[in-house]
């Protein structure tokens, strides 16, 4: 079995039986990565460099864990300590570290399609590590994988997706990943961060988070990306703590007992206060986990096709 594509630029390029094979391939990483001897030489002899031209904690470290142990060489690229301060464009940057023989790029731009961009005009293997407010695949197949472990097949499931939808990579690529399942799809949070073409999906909006979180399975709960905003989209923290926000009485309030997500950073306060972020109805250190063994199965699915 192998994956349909050669890159992986978005959760859109891929179909139900790659979702399929990454979780069966990560369920055997992950048995992998809780032996007390962690490393595999599966990628031995690869090459793969992370160039993450926006900030990271979650997604560069853990693809950094992923390829370690799976014995990969790694070298580590930073915008901001690079000659792209120089002006030096995306693809000399990528052509010239591709020149010291590196097999995958593992990319984060804050522009939309920088990863398809650079497909078309590089001769490597890319995976998306989040491209702007467009998409963060190997997130929402984590997600995914941690809603199955919770859950069971997440097929006829109802899975809640709260927050700043407008700014986030993380939506995009959940309601992809999630359509794929068969999974039933809300939306929830204020009308300005949520845009139109969500209707052209078939999602269904509500604007009740008490409503909406009794409808749900699992809540996966957005970052309010306020580095991101250039006008106000909502009067204040204060009001989007009230309408959207989730703190313990809310969640004691609710008909059952539902699974929480998030991808992080999490504003805690915001958008979940600290004792629901560390509920035991929390998954979210759970989804951290998952992502390096759900990586390593991208990485080493997308290297069989080379
Ligand atoms: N979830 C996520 O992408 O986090 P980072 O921005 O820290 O990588």
């Known amino acids: 079995m192998s994956l349909s594509v050669d890159n992986l630029l978005g959760i859109k390029y891929l179909n139900q039986k790659d979702l399929q094979l990454i979780f069966e391939t990560a369920d055997k990483f992950k048995e992998i990565i809780n032996r007390p001897i962690k490393k595999v030489p599966t990628l031995r002899d690869i090459t793969i460099a992370n160039l993450f031209f926006e900030n990271s904690t979650r997604t560069k470290l853990s693809f950094e864990l992923a390829q370690k142990r799976l014995s990969a060489d790694v070298v580590n690229f930073s915008a901001s300590q690079s000659s792209v301060k120089k002006g030096e464009t995306l693809v000399d940057t990528v052509n010239n570290i591709l020149a010291m023989k590196v097999d995958m790029v593992v990319l984060r731009h804050s522009s939309v399609g920088a990863g398809v961009f650079l497909s078309k005009h590089t001769k490597t293997t890319i995976i998306n590590a989040g491209d702007g407010t467009h998409e963060h695949p190997t997130q929402a197949l984590l997600d995914s994988y941690t809603m199955i472990e ?13 927050g700043d939808i407008t700014h986030s990579r993380v939506a995009l690529s959940n309601i992809l990943a999630l359509k794929l399942q068969g999974a039933n799809i809300k939306i929830c949070g204020p009308n300005t961060l949520i845009p139109k073409y969500l209707t052209n999906l078939g999602l269904e909006i509500e604007f009740d988070i008490k409503k909406a979180l009794n409808w ?27 309408l959207f926000g989730i703190d ?29 972020a560390d509920s035991d109805q929390s998954v979210i250190l759970n989804q951290v986990e998952n992502g390096v063994a759900v990586r390593m199965a991208v990485m080493y699915l997308l290297a069989q096709n080379k």
């Open 150 to 162: 919770n859950i069971g097949d997440i097929g006829g499931k109802n899975i809640l997706i709260v």
């Open 216 to 242: 749900c399975d699992v809540a996966n709960v957005l970052r309010v990306q306020n580095e991101r905003m250039d006008v106000n989209y909502f009067p204040s923290i204060r009001e989007y703590r009230k």
């Open 248 to 276: 313990k009485e809310m969640l004691n309030s609710l008909d059952k007992k539902i699974v929480l997500m998030h991808p992080g950073p999490i504003n805690r306060g915001v958008e979940l206060t600290s004792d629901v």
